[in-house]
């Protein structure tokens, strides 16, 4: 069974400096996709970025980037530029594709002004 | 912007009592997925319906919970009897029936506690 780790349950950082979560999966498959998601207080669970494992090149959307290493099963989320606004649970997640996603177990992210 | 959307937002029951659950998905997404997220914890899927059917039940304890999509369209999850152990967060999300694009789009949820 595919599995998704996030082994910072907690990370912290000031506004405006950059931070990076770190996620790695384990699964047998070679296609598949892995998304980030951020789950603010209000509990709303929003799709941050998304990555297509067949395409080598890594996603970007503004200042949110991922470092996608296939062989290492590694899933890295950098945030640049921090802002107030960021600070919420963020879950790595993996599905094969019309499948379910796998969650990891989150990481809470604390912005300090 | 097309949203999903769930209501109730919060739920508040006694142990025994029957408690449902309901979910419209974005427009034209074909796959419906119902989520259990306990505080602190991922979400972990309960059912996922392709169109009317149900393509993955293999974690709703189907001894209390019931989950359908008559009309291919919105759908209920259904707790009955609900016990403490439900209380969580209940997410519902939707997707395009596509090879090249599976994202799935999450509701607001609905918050269960069950005293």
């Known amino acids: 069974a595919q599995t998704v780790t996030q082994s910072q349950p907690e990370m912290s950082v000031q506004e405006a400096e950059t931070v990076t979560l770190s996620c790695t999966y384990d699964t047998s498959e070679s296609d598949y996709y892995l998304f980030w998601y951020k789950q603010p207080p209000s509990r709303q669970m929003i799709l941050v970025i998304r990555q297509e494992a067949y395409k080598q090149q890594n996603a970007t959307e503004n200042r949110f980037s991922v470092n996608f290493q296939k062989a290492a099963k590694s899933f890295s989320l950098k945030i640049s530029d921090s802002q107030l606004g960021d600070a919420a649970m963020y879950f790595c997640?993996?599905?094969?594709?019309?499948?379910?996603?796998?969650f990891g177990q989150g990481t809470r992210l604390t912005i300090n002004p | 912007e097309a949203e999903v959307a769930q209501s109730p937002r919060y739920k508040i029951t006694e142990k025994s009592q029957a408690v449902a659950f309901w979910c419209d998905p974005i427009s034209g997404h074909a796959t419906l997925y119902w989520y259990r997220q306990i505080l602190g914890q991922g979400p972990e899927l309960l059912v996922q319906?392709?169109?009317?059917?149900?393509?993955?039940d293999s974690q709703l304890p189907k001894d209390r919970f019931s989950a359908e999509r008559l009309k291919g369209v919105d759908s209920t999850l259904k707790i009955q009897p609900a016990e403490l152990g439900d209380s969580a967060m209940y997410l519902c999300a939707s997707s395009l029936v596509s090879r090249y694009t599976d994202t799935q789009y999450f509701g607001p949820g609905t918050r269960l506690t069950v005293l």
């Open positions: 997640a993996y599905t094969q594709g019309a499948q379910k996603l796998v």
């Open positions: 319906f392709q169109d009317e059917s149900v393509v993955d």
